[in-house]
Every structure is written in structure tokens, then in C-alpha cells.
């Protein structure tokens, strides 16, 4: 055992992954292009992090959610060397120029195109951090722009089916690792629009949370007997719209029938959270960041 070894804890770069939510193809970029990380090394090569990288790893994540490149946040945290090999996309503009390529691919209906642009953007950046900063704009500029555009709807259905076919495929890949702790995610009955909420599944499974879901319109009811079937840690609802005074009734309801969390997220909770806490159930509000970062003190505190 080297003399590092024997001084301090070394990590893999699973267990590193798991603690900061940065996926492992995405911190071998980080060390690959930019230097930013420069782990030790099995004699078989397996790359071991150190306390004070996962504490780099943190720091870099937080100048990111400022909407900084990966390049600026490395001029920031380190002044290792620079190597040439920089994505397109991320001087000047981290976010826009992404917006940009997957923008013209869904104009085209190019699939191949959006494709090379998400994939680049995962591989460098968390994927909450993708979700809030490039997704989730697209999703609204799709949006706002369909009524007064020949084929707007088209192309928002086009994106919209490709984002639910790339999360539902990585979600099926993540429920395989069976961690810990799940939590039961639904839409709130009424609700049919369920991409927001396997956006928001995806970026927590990054952080060691696993989900069963029931996916859009969801009847309170059956979420009750599916929490208990499956022995979920917590209840996480989502919603768009005005809840009604029945619709509150229900979710009283389940609160006193549930022995767990239940967790109220999207523009349903942001508008009437106060509604939603007099319930009993906890109102997320619609920021994904701040969202994550109670998910999983709530989802601990589970009996």
C-alpha cells in the first residue's frame, strides 16, 4: 500500500458518483479533456478519488448551476494544465450553443443530430444540471412558438417522444441497480403530461434514489396500494395544474393513509404550496435544484 493509501481513504469511482450525482462517463471527460480531476491509479488502472477531488467535484458542480461552461469552472477551481480538446459548444455559451444544435436537429426532424447534442452534453455536464440549463428551456421555446409556426406541434411532439424514449431507457437501466431506498413517483390525477416528472426521476436516481412509476394521471387511490405493495420510502406527486378542493381532500387523505413522506413537485406545488402543506404532504415547488437538494433528507427520514 502506497504511503497515500495508508494516509487517507481512497474512493472508486462509483461511490463517487453516488455522493456528488455526477455520472462516471461525465467525470472521465472532466479528467480526459480538461484535467480537472487527476485521480490515483490501480496497478490495473481503476481510477481511486481522494476526499479532497470529491470535494473539487462539488465545488465545480456549484459554479455549473451558475450556467458557467466546464472550461470557465475549471479556470476558477485549479490551474492544472489546459488540454486543446474542448467541446464546441462550451466557450462563450455553455448552455445556448447546445440549445442552438438540438433546436436545428428538432427543426429537421433529425434525430441523429439531437442525438450527438444531448449525448455531448451528458458527457460533460450532470444531468440535472442538462435537464434545468438545456432541456427544460427547449421544452418551453417548443412550447411558446407551436401556435404560430406550420408544424410547431409536430416538432414538440418530435422532441417530446425522443426525450421519454432516452429517459425511460435510462431509468430501466438505473431500477437494475436496486437501491436502498425507492420512492413511488406519480403524476396527480388530471395530469398527463409525465416528461417533467421522469426528468426530475432521472436527475435524483443520479443521487442513489430509485423510483417506481406510475407515470401520468394517477388516481390517489391506487398510489396508496402501490406505496404498500412496493415498500416505496416516500410518495412523490407532480402536477401542472389547479388542484381543486377535491383533489385536496384526496391528497389529505392519502397523507393520513400513508405511513411515508408524501411530496408534492411542479407548477401545482410552486403556485399553491401553502394549499398543498395544509394537506399534510410537503410542497417541492418546481425548482429542480432546490427539489434535489431535500429529496434525499426526506427520503432518509423515512421510518
Given at each position: 500500500?502506497?504511503?497515500?493509501?495508508?494516509?487517507?481513504?481512497?474512493?472508486?469511482?462509483?461511490?463517487?458518483?453516488?455522493?456528488?450525482?455526477?455520472?462516471?462517463?461525465?467525470?472521465?471527460?472532466?479528467?480526459?479533456?480538461?484535467?480537472?480531476?487527476?485521480?490515483?491509479?490501480?496497478?490495473?488502472?481503476?481510477?481511486?478519488?481522494?476526499?479532497?477531488?470529491?470535494?473539487?467535484?462539488?465545488?465545480?458542480?456549484?459554479?455549473?448551476?451558475?450556467?458557467?461552461?466546464?472550461?470557465?469552472?475549471?479556470?476558477?477551481?485549479?490551474?492544472?494544465?489546459?488540454?486543446?480538446?474542448?467541446?464546441?459548444?462550451?466557450?462563450?455559451?455553455?448552455?445556448?450553443?447546445?440549445?442552438?444544435?438540438m433546436a436545428r436537429a428538432v427543426e429537421a426532424f433529425d434525430e441523429t443530430g439531437?442525438?450527438?447534442?444531448?449525448?455531448?452534453?451528458?458527457?460533460?455536464?450532470?444531468?440535472?444540471?442538462?435537464?434545468?440549463?438545456?432541456?427544460?428551456?427547449?421544452?418551453?421555446?417548443?412550447?411558446?412558438?407551436?401556435?404560430?409556426?406550420?408544424?410547431?406541434?409536430?416538432?414538440?411532439?418530435?422532441?417530446?417522444?425522443?426525450?421519454?424514449?432516452?429517459?425511460?431507457?435510462?431509468?430501466?437501466?438505473?431500477?437494475?441497480?436496486?437501491?436502498?431506498?425507492?420512492?413511488?413517483?406519480?403524476?396527480?390525477?388530471?395530469?398527463?403530461?409525465?416528461?417533467?416528472?421522469?426528468?426530475?426521476?432521472?436527475?435524483?436516481?443520479?443521487?442513489?434514489?430509485?423510483?417506481?412509476?406510475?407515470?401520468?394521471?394517477?388516481p390517489l387511490a391506487e398510489v396508496a396500494h402501490a406505496q404498500r405493495r412496493a415498500?416505496?420510502?416516500?410518495?412523490?406527486?407532480?402536477?401542472?395544474?389547479?388542484?381543486?378542493?377535491?383533489?385536496?381532500?384526496?391528497?389529505?387523505?392519502?397523507?393520513?393513509?400513508?405511513?411515508?413522506?408524501?411530496?408534492?413537485?411542479?407548477?401545482?406545488?410552486?403556485?399553491?404550496?401553502?394549499?398543498?402543506?395544509?394537506?399534510?404532504?410537503?410542497?417541492?415547488?418546481s425548482d429542480v435544484a432546490g427539489a434535489l437538494r431535500r429529496l434525499p433528507a426526506?427520503?432518509?427520514?423515512?421510518?
Amino acid at each position: 500500500m502506497s504511503a497515500i493509501d495508508a494516509a487517507e481513504a481512497l474512493y472508486p469511482i462509483r461511490t463517487v458518483s453516488s455522493l456528488t450525482g455526477v455520472h462516471p462517463v461525465t467525470l472521465r471527460a472532466w479528467e480526459r479533456r480538461y484535467g480537472l480531476i487527476r485521480p490515483h491509479r490501480t496497478p490495473k488502472g481503476h481510477r481511486l478519488y481522494t476526499q479532497a477531488d470529491i470535494d473539487l467535484i462539488r465545488e465545480v458542480i456549484g459554479l455549473l448551476g451558475t450556467g458557467i461552461s466546464i472550461a470557465q469552472a475549471k479556470q476558477r477551481v485549479g490551474n492544472a494544465p489546459r488540454i486543446a480538446t474542448e467541446p464546441r459548444a462550451a466557450e462563450g455559451g455553455a448552455w445556448e450553443g447546445y440549445q442552438r444544435r438540438m433546436a436545428r436537429a428538432v427543426e429537421a426532424f433529425d434525430e441523429t443530430g439531437l442525438e450527438a447534442a444531448y449525448a455531448e452534453a451528458l458527457s460533460l455536464y450532470p444531468v440535472d444540471l442538462v435537464t434545468e440549463h438545456l432541456v427544460n428551456p427547449l421544452l418551453r421555446l417548443l412550447g411558446e412558438r407551436w401556435e404560430g409556426r406550420p408544424g410547431g406541434i409536430a416538432e414538440e411532439h418530435f422532441f417530446a417522444t425522443y426525450l421519454r424514449n432516452k429517459v425511460g431507457a435510462r431509468l430501466h437501466h438505473l431500477a437494475g441497480q436496486r437501491p436502498r431506498r425507492r420512492v413511488l413517483a406519480a403524476c396527480l390525477p388530471g395530469e398527463h403530461h409525465e416528461l417533467g416528472l421522469l426528468l426530475f426521476c432521472l436527475a435524483a436516481a443520479n443521487h442513489g434514489i430509485g423510483f417506481v412509476i406510475l407515470g401520468a394521471d394517477t388516481p390517489l387511490a391506487e398510489v396508496a396500494h402501490a406505496q404498500r405493495r412496493a415498500g416505496c420510502a416516500a410518495i412523490l406527486l407532480s402536477g401542472s395544474g389547479d388542484p381543486g378542493l377535491a383533489l385536496l381532500a384526496d391528497l389529505r387523505a392519502l397523507v393520513e393513509a400513508s405511513r411515508v413522506p408524501v411530496l408534492v413537485g411542479g407548477r401545482t406545488a410552486a403556485a399553491h404550496g401553502a394549499a398543498i402543506e395544509a394537506t399534510g404532504a410537503a410542497s417541492l415547488g418546481s425548482d429542480v435544484a432546490g427539489a434535489l437538494r431535500r429529496l434525499p433528507a426526506l427520503v432518509a427520514s423515512a421510518a
